[in-house]
């Protein structure tokens, strides 16, 4: 049946030589695959792009000349081709990655170079400190990748020139919270958050997550948590949904006596811990809060069963608030727990 279908590639008409290819695709036999070689310069760019997937399925060691002949190719396409087959041929490939990761086609270029960190882990150090910032990042995929990393590397990509990389870096120790467990890269990583704005927000949940209260750090965070970004807001909200406020005391500190008052709420909305009831105690009792703040924290207690008895009787006080939000909001708790 094979053969059969193969013979229908060359049928004049173009609908069985279609039937024919998606035939093969079907059956799943690589010796079809020398079948679709000369569909490479076929005329219709359909059939070309069968005959790429038809040797990206079925290439196999063997194929070292089609390789070379795809890595020569002036078809950007054929190129990469020739780097994501590279490593079924084996260590027969390395020259051609070598020349095709000094490719003058960036898209070329990066798919070489992913195939070479896939194969050599030595490469680690030569990609960072490469050109071209897509390469570099390649280098951190492979990085997370590594149980130990050394020192020089981290600090290496934590300062690279390109945002996008540091960024990545960043994220990196995010994920490796290990990497810093001692907080080697702290005061680089609030350089960061001082001075990268796309990297800003990264930078600082990296430090608010690792729980360090360093003293650059607790002079650092009230300052950034005045700004009024509703992005950072939010992924400070997430990233303390599942932390114990008792535990990060500097941070809570900081939070509750900064004027940014979207982020309190939203994180006294996520708790429902003695901790936090006492600090919506606090700012319930202090007129010095925002009446907007207030209300709020009330109103957010909507549909919560409260054990906390001193708590309640704050709110039944500010049912007398001079404030009508602060009332209202106080008048609609107080009934919404009577019925």
Known sequence: MVRAEIRQLNNKDVRQRRRAVRKLFEL????AMDAFIPLLDDSDEWFRGKALAAIQ????????????????????????????????????????????????DQL????????RLN????????AIMAEESGIRILAIDKIEQMPVVEDKIIKIILKDKSSRVRKKAVSLLRMRPELNSSGTYDEI?????????????????????????????????????????????????ESMKNKNLEDISELTKAIMNSSNDKLIS???????SNEANK????????????????ARIIEDLFGKNQNDLELMKIIEELQQSDNESISNSANMFIKSIGN
Do not use: F, H, Y
């Open 279 to 294: 600090l919506r105690k606090r700012i319930l009792l202090d007129s010095d809060r925002s009446d907007v703040l207030r």
């Open 189 to 237: 990583i609030i350089d960061i958050a001082e001075n990268d704005k796309s990297t800003q927000i990264d930078a600082i949940i990296m430090l608010i997550e690792s729980g360090r209260e360093s003293k650059s750090i607790r002079e650092k965070i009230p300052i950034w948590l005045e700004q009024e970004n509703p992005q950072m807001v939010k992924i400070i909200v």
């Open 57 to 104: 399925k079925w290439a196999s060691m063997k194929d070292l000349k089609l390789a070379e002949r795809l890595s020569t190719s002036r078809r950007n396409e054929e190129r990469i081709l020739a780097c994501r087959i590279a490593p079924r041929i084996g260590k027969s490939s390395t020259l051609i990655l070598k020349k095709l990761s000094e490719d003058s």
């Open 28 to 31: 799943d036999d690589p010796t």
């Open 108 to 115: 070329v270029k990066l798919n070489a170079w992913k195939t």
């Open 119 to 126: 194969q050599d882990g030595d490469l680690i150090m030569e």
């Open 266 to 272: 939203g994180i006294l909305r996520r708790n429902n």
